[in-house]
Structure formats: structure tokens, C-alpha cells
């Protein structure tokens, strides 16, 4: 039905946003409005590391963006329509709590939508793959083939052309991906929420870096 990843993806966040997280589930107990951000979505690397089972999600939020947008990829390791999907809704609570880390309001959402596990590591319920596997029947074919690195060594079934007893995937030309600018991190000492970008974009900032929360007062930790 959809060309794109990119068309796939934002289609099924609509669906989510409507059958999983709705706004029973996503309004705090004392009925806050929580209002969606902007958002786009893509299928791409994490920045996070290379490694073929590091950074399968992650949500980069506004203040990374030049227009104020939060940005969303799903790795190109993953390929399984309804992990892609159970994937997304862990990164779209980050993108609605975007200072809470995976403290007490993401957990909370998280278990209400059907994710388990550790939390910074979710996956889906047996019931909520069942909800899942229907929504992803609604969008068809996830139009993505599943990307992998000379030596690598992925969970589960090895890719095509693999090898099923070792679990190395097919070698690709080219080997590793050249290594691009390298981000860090910065913690805020005050609410926790967590910026990240090039070094020399921190040295720019004059004194200790403050938080980019107008209503926190607490300074930013280089990692």
C-alpha cells in the first residue's frame, strides 16, 4: 500500500496515536492536557553506535531540530512489521514525556499501551502484539529490507544469506559505515532530561550549559 518507509511509518503512528495511545492512556492523573509535538518518523541509524543490536529506536526531541521538530527513527536492522511497530510506541511516549527519561510517567503510559519489560528495553504483551498484528495487516507491507554488517551478529533468525548456525550475516561491500560527527551527551542535574549534540556545539556555550527547560534551573553534564 505504501511506497516509502517514511509513508508507512507515519500511517501507523496515526493508527497508534487513535487504537493505543489514546488520550485516556496518555493524560496524567490529574487530567493534564498532554498535547502531541510534531513529529516525523523515519527508518535510520540511531547515532548511537553502529553495532547491529545497540540503538534499534530512538527520539531525538525539538531542541535538536532547527524547526522545533521531534524526530523518530526505527534502525534498518529491524524489518519485522509488528517490532517496528511496538518499537515506535516506546519512542512516541518518549516524544510526549520528553523529561521524564523512563521514570515513573513513561512506565506509566508504557504498561497502560502494553509494553513490558525493562524499560528502557520494552517489548510488546502477547496482547498487544495481537492489537498490532491487525494494524499492521491495515498498512501492508513494511516497504524496508532488513540491513546488515560484515561480521555482525544479530538476535534471532540471521538474515538471508546468513549463516543459520552462527548467526553472521552476510557480508556487505564497503564494510563499516564511515564514521560521521560524534555526539554526546548531556544530563540535566535538575529534571533529567538528556540533550545531545557535537562537543564543539558544547564549548560554544559559555560557562556550564543550562538546561534548555525554562521552568528548571539545573545545569547540563557532559558525558
Known amino acids: 500500500m505504501y511506497k516509502t518507509r517514511e509513508e508507512w511509518l507515519a500511517q501507523g503512528f496515526k493508527i497508534i496515536k487513535s487504537e493505543i495511545l489514546t488520550k485516556q492512556i496518555i493524560n496524567n492523573e490529574d487530567n493534564n492536557k498532554t498535547v502531541w509535538p510534531k513529529i516525523r518518523i523515519a527508518c535510520g541509524f540511531s547515532g548511537t553506535g553502529n553495532h547491529l543490536n545497540s540503538g534499534i529506536g530512538v527520539c ?11 524526530e523518530i527513527f526505527i ?14 510506541i516506546h519512542e512516541l511516549i518518549h516524544a510526549l514525556r520528553p523529561t ?3 521514570r515513573a510517567p513513561f512506565k506509566r503510559i508504557a504498561i497502560a499501551a502494553g509494553l513490558t519489560g525493562k524499560m528502557t528495553s520494552t517489548v ?3 496482547e498487544l502484539v495481537k492489537k498490532l498484528k491487525v494494524i499492521a495487516k491495515k498498512l501492508g507491507k513494511y516497504p524496508h529490507a532488513r ?6 551478529k544479530p538476535k534471532g533468525d540471521s538474515p ?7 548467526g553472521d550475516s552476510p557480508r556487505i561491500a564497503g564494510g563499516k559505515p564511515k564514521q560521521g560527527t560524534r555526539m554526546v551527551k548531556a544530563e540535566c542535574s535538575g529534571c533529567g532530561f538528556i540533550l545531545r549534540a ?3 556545539r558544547f564549548e560554544q556555550m ?4 543550562r538546561c534548555v527547560d525554562s521552568a528548571c534551573s539545573g545545569t547540563l553534564t557532559i558525558s
Open 198 to 200: 557535537s562537543r564543539s
Open 60 to 70: 531525538w526531541y525539538k531542541q535538536s531540530s532547527t524547526d522545533s521538530t521531534t
Open 147 to 152: 540491513m546488515a554488517f560484515a561480521g555482525g
Open 75 to 88: 534502525s534498518p536492522v529491524i524489518d519485522q512489521p509488528t517490532r517496528v511497530l511496538d518499537i515506535l
Open 160 to 166: 538471508k544469506g546468513g549463516d543459520p548456525k552462527t
Open 124 to 126: 510488546a504483551t502477547p
Open 206 to 209: 559559555q560557562g556550564k550549559p
Open 100 to 102: 521524564d527519561g523512563h
